[in-house]
């Protein structure tokens, strides 16, 4: 495609024929169809990104990201409690666990949540 006609300035005609040259291989290959379709999802991403939804994403993430340092600051304690004694807690031990307010707690909490995924199923 030559574009050296006299509606374009003779300076800009270069650069567009070295630009046209340059997307050749890009239209020849069909990638700039690709190219058309990812700035296409892009620009219907910014119009569903309306203030609304992005304050709905913000929660989502704050408390993803709550919950995931909290499980695994739980998960640190107990593997440091853990690995403090040299042996496994005997039943004993276990059942005076079961005692403590938080691990009833715990316990609870678990079998909540599976309860509501065994709904869910």
Known sequence: MDLSNESISPAISPVLNALME???PLID???LDN???LLSL???LVDLLDPPMVEKLAVLFENATATTWSVS???RT???DSTKSEQPPGVYQLLKLLREPDTRRGVGFALKTLNV???QL
Do not use: E, M, T, Y
Request: no cysteine; hydrophobic share 45%; proline share 0%.
């Open 73 to 75: 600051n739980a998960i």
């Open 35 to 37: 190219l058309v379709d």
């Open 117 to 119: 995924i065994g709904r």
């Open 22 to 24: 340059k997307l050749k």
């Open 42 to 44: 892009v620009s219907d």
């Open 29 to 31: 290959g069909g990638r």
């Open 78 to 80: 107990a593997k440091a």
